[in-house]
């Protein structure tokens, strides 16, 4: 007994230590980006336009779906400095109450209108048959599913009248119920009363 | 691809002629077949579209590879064209940059440390070389924020023409990193670039050379 609560203390121990571990890695890695983003800050810019007093969205947010401008990545998964310039205006953008849609908005003007800048392209021109032709695959892909259970469905059910229709006295035999019998009936087997 | 191509259609086709002789001559049977045939042209037509896709994605545009091949081979090609685009609205134009000077056409980014560095390398050179040689800062515009580029120009009172390209112009130019340092003559050929950071001496002994060359040429002719 006393050997299992020293069991159960020591895994209670262990995660309590990975949990302390995963929070001090987590508030570090906060605190050293804020400094990473207070040294980069460009001086002679001038501050956005607060638009809002409260955030509208989070710099995680904006991250996942603008790219970084000088790698093949999102934005949250680069850390060259010219996603770094990207991430202090964005956060500057952030804290200036802008909405996501804002930013991304402005993130295309200020790469001179390069909408390749954006993760996930706006709905609108050229630009819509990346939303639409998804759902168009998904579309005719169900509709040929379901076409084609049904063939299938329609295939073994004659498969399974011309098994039964063959082997009648088996289903006879084993004494199944009247679908059989109606079946071998409707190919004609006289033995049957009609 | 063309093994998946002919795995993906050969199974189609039989399917579509299988199903309509062997079913009756009935209304669903025969429309069990042109459907087979619709989606196979679908999946034609979409096959195309993704290798062109593909295609277009992987080639690009090779231009600039060859032009800095050219260069290193020792040859003089022709200078891509100058964007039009500006950093500045208001400020030296493309228009305004003299066609009789030598050009040193330099790749920056506000972001790029080693351009912070050799910005004052070249504002000295507009000013030594004025009249002889226009330096013309080339701004990555597809990876660089405008108003970080306004900043950065701001802050080194940059004074000299500051076009802001986009990666068609990176890729015209054969653009990797930043910066980069194209020397182009009056002729509009490039004689020498330099792939990174560039100090004064450096700049200057190369634009010696070209000048020294322009000036042979002028008395040969």
């Known amino acids: 007994m006393s ?16 949990a302390w571990m995963m929070l001090v890695a987590a508030a570090l890695g906060s605190t050293s980006n804020v400094a990473a983003a207070a040294a980069t800050e460009v001086p002679d810019r001038p501050r956005l336009e607060q638009r809002r007093d409260n955030p509208q969205t989070t710099v995680d947010d904006v991250s996942s779906t603008v790219m970084c401008p000088s790698c093949d990545t999102t934005l949250d998964q680069s850390n060259s400095p010219a996603a770094e310039a990207m991430r202090v205006w964005v956060t500057e953008a952030v804290d200036a109450g802008w909405t996501e849609q804002e930013i991304r908005d402005g993130l295309v003007e200020e790469y001179g209108g390069d909408e390749s800048i954006l993760a996930t392209p706006r709905a609108q021109g050229i630009g819509l048959l990346v939303w639409i032709v998804p759902a168009l695959i998904v579309l005719v892909a169900a509709v040929g599913w379901v076409v084609l259970m049904r063939r299938w469905r329609r295939g073994s059910a004659d498969d399974d009248a011309q098994t039964r229709s063959g082997s009648s006295s088996y289903s006879h035999a084993s004494g199944s119920p009247s679908k059989s019998a109606s079946s071998t009936c409707s190919t004609g087997d006289t033995t049957s009363p009609s | 691809m063309d093994d998946a191509t002919a795995t993906a259609t050969a199974p189609a086709a039989p399917t579509a002629t299988t199903t309509t002789t062997a079913s009756d001559p009935t209304p669903p049977g025969g429309s069990h077949g042109r459907l087979g045939t619709a989606a196979w042209i679908v999946s034609s037509l979409l096959l195309v579209v993704l290798v062109v896709g593909i ?24 200078a891509p064209a100058l964007t039009t685009e500006t950093v500045f609205d208001s400020g030296p134009t493309t228009a305004a940059i ?3 000077e030598v050009l040193v056409v330099n790749w920056w980014a506000s972001w790029c440390g080693p351009c912070r560095e050799e910005a004052p390398a070249l504002m000295e050179i507009a000013d030594d070389y004025d009249g002889r040689v226009t330096v013309v800062g080339m701004n990555a515009g597809a990876q660089d924020l405008q108003s970080d580029a306004r900043a950065f120009a701001r802050e080194f009172d940059l004074d000299f023409p500051l076009l802001r390209a986009d990666r068609g112009d990176e890729d015209a130019w054969g653009v990797g990193g930043f910066p980069e340092t194209f020397i182009v003559g009056t002729d509009g050929r490039i004689s020498s670039f330099v792939n990174g950071p560039i100090d004064e001496e450096t700049l200057r002994s190369l634009l010696d050379a070209e000048l020294d060359e322009q000036r042979g040429d002028k008395d040969a002719a």
């Open chain 1, 3 to 18: 050997q299992r609560l020293d069991q159960v203390a020591r895994v209670w121990a262990i995660t309590a230590f990975v």
């Open chain 2, 55 to 78: 295609w277009l994605k992987v080639s690009g545009d090779r231009s600039g590879a060859n032009l800095a091949n050219a260069i290193i081979a020792g040859d003089r090609p022709d």
């Open chain 2, 98 to 100: 003299p066609t009789d």
